[in-house]
């Protein structure tokens, strides 16, 4: 690293010793500016600086006459285009001109204006209109862009004068509406009159009918007419039952507002409609998972019947145990009896002869041998041992006594081998996994219930139900955590797991129990059984186990400590097959009851599902009549109320008073009795007829509003409604991240282009190589590719910041972000310095030809000036893999607005540019550099190429 940095100052100290080498590197820093800076403001506004173009206008327009005006359409649009400073409009006389003009470059385009353009743009007030045209030429030769400028204005134009005509047209027909809309609102008052003498005439019709009906009976019978006027008041019974069920019309309409709100609440019901069927939806998957649980079922007594086999198989091994083990108790008592004769032998046979002791002595002698050849048992050893303490040759009594007891006492105290208790750990072990096993499975069935409960919302019923199971599940995790504390090996872990599954479902359990159900709770649950389900308990209680075996090992268990081990198997044992046969009750329970459950739920299921279409399309069709019918219906109850109770008094007042004229003046009206009837007969039913359709007619316009909806269409603000239909749509725009002018938004392409520019500038006219002569040796390739990157990463940096002050104080360009767009142009150029450099470096003029290729390249695939979409396929597909693509969005980010999102995303893929190229340049430059050589001589034996 030293000698890397001691190469770029003496770079740097060669440079400032050398006044031509100076100024050469100051160029270099500034030259690549002069190319961004004279593009940026040759293009600085184009679009606002158009008046230079010229364009031809001809107007042959002779006008025409419209409802006695004249108009001049052609000649309207050449006076607003010469007060319109958007082209350099050029009004011209002679179409022959004016195409000559545009043919020979002399005018961009042309707008020729025909002589029956005014005629053809009025004819829509004639039976057969015409749309009107206006001739548009372009010299598409000239200039790539000025053509979309000429076609652009001249579409203006003619949008503007379709938007003025329809302006007037529109303005004159609102006029007219206007006029009758107010005229019409004049007379409403005369309308809501009619109206309501329609109604009130419909209202009297019943009253009409009955009375037309009484006098035509009594007309039909004037030879008994003293009869039928006694009927007439008989009619006066009637009154009582009149003035009933008039109250109890009145009481009805009263009961309106109670009558509506049921109605609402079907129209409700209706509107959750989507909300049941989900539900009954639910209701069919749940059924569907019946088949799992009953396998779950199944699988869980099948857990059981295993687990019960396994600890009978276990407690089946435990006799042998203690027989082993009650052998060896019996085999301790005999040896406390025979010691103790022993000693009274001893004691007795003090005074025995030597010949007697030594006769014994040889067979005690013989016996020691036997014994010692045998393999130890504790019943026959003890025997042997027995033998010896009385027949062993000693030289006194008390030397005999004293050998007998430690004989004795190291025969009591002789341990148990393993392999004696190894039935009693096997047994152990089956229980336990077990007793894990059954977990387990109870586990994974409990699960399988909760996640049911996420899909489905039982009924309280079957939330008990499920409560009750899950209060079993509890009461069996218990139990088992029991067994494994009463085991004596470090079942933490487990019971752990087991405790914190019980907390969890004793929550879900109380609320199952309330009648509700919670996600989250449920939840907890599901992930407190998973911790159980993938447990590895077998690994865990192996390991304790062979805890056991290592504590049997070293303590080497004597009698006692065998029989306490002996019997706390037993006791997990009996404690296991209690839990495990508990639970198969339980289980076996369940599977007995779950058919009928399952038939119950099926049957209630299919009811629903077969009658829920019925009930929606009746809830529907109730919804219906209550939202389109029902309103009418009050309506009519509303106004047959109101005629009992403000009409009918009087009607039954004029019917007293007309039976009052009966009596009196009988003999005078049997004429106008006749005359009335005839009225009925022939008059009436069609007068009727006409009033309901009248009164439906009145009706059917008051509940579409249509008076007020048509007097409010034809009332109008003239000025504005006809703006409106001219221009029926605005479009509203809003800019994201503006820049205020072309310029400042070419920049970034401009200055990346220029850093590009600077580090071939850079790249042809210093060199990668080490001319000094005298540190030939001194520096190694990688070293020189190093020191040397340093200078001319140097002078790229100093080539960004001028470009980039440049643009701010010389070209007044925007940035959003100023100095971000200085730090990010210092990054582009280091970044493209080290890619020319790098090319350079390692393959010489190849390199530099190279990169020049990828210039190009990159300016028409970089989307430096138009969207890449809009290239060729290939630009397209070159586009991501080209770093101009990243440092031209990276340098737009800080003119016109930074995303954090997008900066991070252009810096990563450019420090990936970086990387990768100082990792070829510094990895590769000992294996390219003969090959460069090669080509260096080839091309000076060439004498042509530098």
């Known amino acids: 690293m030293k000698k890397i940095f001691s190469l770029f100052i003496k770079d740097v100290q060669h440079a400032l010793k050398t006044p031509m080498v100076l100024i050469v590197i100051l160029g270099l820093c500034i030259l690549p500016s002069f190319y961004a800076w004279f593009n940026l403001k040759s293009s600085w506004d184009p679009y606002s600086n158009t008046k230079g173009i010229k364009v031809a206008v001809v107007n042959f327009d002779e006008g025409a006459t419209v409802q006695g005006k004249h108009v001049n359409v052609g000649k309207s649009l050449v006076k607003e285009l010469k007060t319109n400073d958007q082209f350099g409009w050029v009004f011209v006389d002679s179409l022959k001109d004016a195409k000559q003009g545009v043919r020979l470059g002399k005018y961009y385009a042309m707008i020729h204006i025909p002589e029956h353009f005014s005629e053809d743009m009025t004819s829509i007030f ?83 009918e009955k009375f037309s009906a009484a006098v035509q009976k009594i007309d039909a019978h004037q030879g008994d007419i003293n009869q039928y006027a006694e009927e007439f008041y008989a009619l006066e019974s009637y009154k009582d039952e009149i003035n009933s069920g008039a109250a109890k019309l009145i009481k009805a309409n009263q009961h309106a507002g109670e009558i509506n709100e049921a109605g609402q609440m079907i129209v409700g019901l209706n509107s959750k409609m989507s909300n049941i069927e989900a539900a009954l939806n639910k209701a069919q998957q749940f059924e569907e998972r019946f088949p799992e649980i009953n396998a779950a079922v199944a699988k869980g007594i099948d857990a059981t019947n295993k687990a019960s086999e396994v600890l009978s198989t276990a407690q089946n091994r435990m006799p042998q145990v203690h027989a082993r083990l009650n052998q060896a108790q019996d085999a301790t008592s005999k040896a406390d009896t025979k010691v103790e004769s022993a000693e009274e032998k001893v004691s007795s046979e003090e005074v025995d002869t030597e010949e007697k002791v030594t006769t014994e002595g040889s067979s005690t002698q013989e016996n020691q041998t036997t014994s010692s050849e045998q393999k130890i048992e504790i019943p026959d050893s003890t025997e042997a041992v027995t033998t010896e303490s009385v027949t062993t040759e000693l030289p006194s009594t008390e030397a005999k006594k004293t050998a007998t007891m430690q004989t004795v006492a190291k025969t009591k105290d002789e341990p148990l081998t393993q392999s004696d208790l190894e039935p009693a750990k096997q047994a152990l072990s089956e229980a336990l996994q077990a007793m894990a096993g059954l977990v387990k499975d109870n586990a994974a069935a409990q699960k399988d219930t909760l996640s049911a409960l996420k899909d489905h919302q039982p009924s309280k019923d079957n939330m008990k139900v499920i409560a009750q199971n899950i209060g ?110 508990a639970a198969n009750e339980r289980l076996v329970t369940i599977n007995n009851e779950l058919p009928a459950l399952e038939e119950r739920f099926k049957e209630v299921n299919a009811n629903v599902q077969s009658n829920f279409p019925a009930f929606k399309a009746r809830v529907a069709e109730a919804s219906q009549f209550v939202q389109n019918e029902l309103p009418g219906v009050l309506n009519d109850l509303s106004r047959i109320s109101h005629f009992a109770q403000n009409d009918l008094p009087g009607v039954m007042s004029k019917y007293d008073e007309t039976a009052d004229l009966l009596r009196n003046n009988l003999p005078g009206a049997e004429k106008g009795i006749h005359d009335l009837a005839e009225f009925s007969r022939n008059d009436l039913p069609g007068i009727e007829k006409d009033i309901k359709k009248a009164a439906d007619k009145f009706r059917e316009l008051d509940k579409k509003d249509v008076m007020n909806k048509l007097i409010k269409l034809l009332r109008n603000d003239l000025q504005g409604e006809a703006d409106y239909f001219s221009d029926p749509i605005q479009l509203d725009e809003k800019q994201m991240f503006p820049i205020p002018n072309y310029g400042s ?85 280091i970044v493209f310095t080290s890619i020319v450099y790098t090319m350079v470096s390692l393959l010489g003029n190849v390199g530099k030809a190279l990169a020049i290729i990828l210039m190009v390249l990159q300016i028409s695939g970089g989307g430096g000036t138009f969207p890449v979409q809009v290239t060729p396929h290939f630009f397209q597909m070159i586009h991501p893999f080209l770093p101009f693509t990243y440092a031209v969005d990276l340098l737009r980010e800080a003119v016109g607005g930074i995303v954090p999102e997008l900066v991070t995303l252009n810096i990563s893929r450019l420090l990936i540019f970086f990387t990768g190229i100082l990792a070829i340049g510094y990895g590769l430059k000992p294996k390219f550099e003969p090959i460069k050589n090669r080509m260096i001589k080839t091309s000076e034996e060439s004498t042509i190429v530098e």
């Open 745 to 829: 938004a070419s920049a970034p392409f401009y200055t990346a282009l220029a850093l590009w520019v600077g580090a071939l500038l850079s790249s042809n006219l210093l060199t990668t190589e080490l001319k000094d002569q005298s540190l030939k040796g001194t520096y190694s390739l990688r070293e020189l590719f190093a020191g040397r990157l340093l200078l001319f990463l140097s002078i790229g940096i100093i080539q960004s910041v001028i470009v980039v002050i440049g643009n701010f104080f010389i070209l007044d360009a925007y940035a959003k972000h100023p100095v971000m767009n200085l730090l990010f142009a210092v990054l582009v150029s």
């Open 126 to 208: 004639d039976k057969k209109p015409k749309r009107a045209h206006i001739d548009y030429q372009v010299n598409q030769k000239i200039n790539a862009i000025a053509p979309k400028m000429t076609t652009a204005g001249a579409t203006a134009i003619t949008k503007t004068l379709n938007d003025k005509f329809v302006e007037a047209a529109t303005q004159a027909f609102l006029k007219e509406s206007n006029s009758l809309g107010i005229d019409l609102e004049k007379k409403l008052p005369l309308y809501h009159k009619i109206e309501n003498a329609v109604f009130q005439a419909e209202a009297a019709i019943p009253k009409m």
């Open 472 to 581: 079993q599940t509890i009461q069996l995790q218990k139990e088992v955590a029991d067994v494994l504390q009463q085991s004596s090996i470090d079942t933490s872990q487990i019971e752990e797991a087991l405790n914190n599954s019980n907390n969890a479902l004793a929550v879900v359990q109380k609320q199952l129990e309330n009648g509700q159900i919670d996600a989250s709770s449920t939840s907890r649950a599901e992930e407190a059984l998973s911790v159980i389900q993938n447990m590895d308990m077998q690994s865990i209680l192996l390991q304790g186990l062979e805890t056991i075996d290592s504590g049997l090992d070293t303590a080497a268990m004597k009698l006692r400590d065998a029989e306490q081990f002996a019997n706390k198997v037993d006791g997990i044992l009996t404690e296991a097959q209690q839990v495990t046969s």
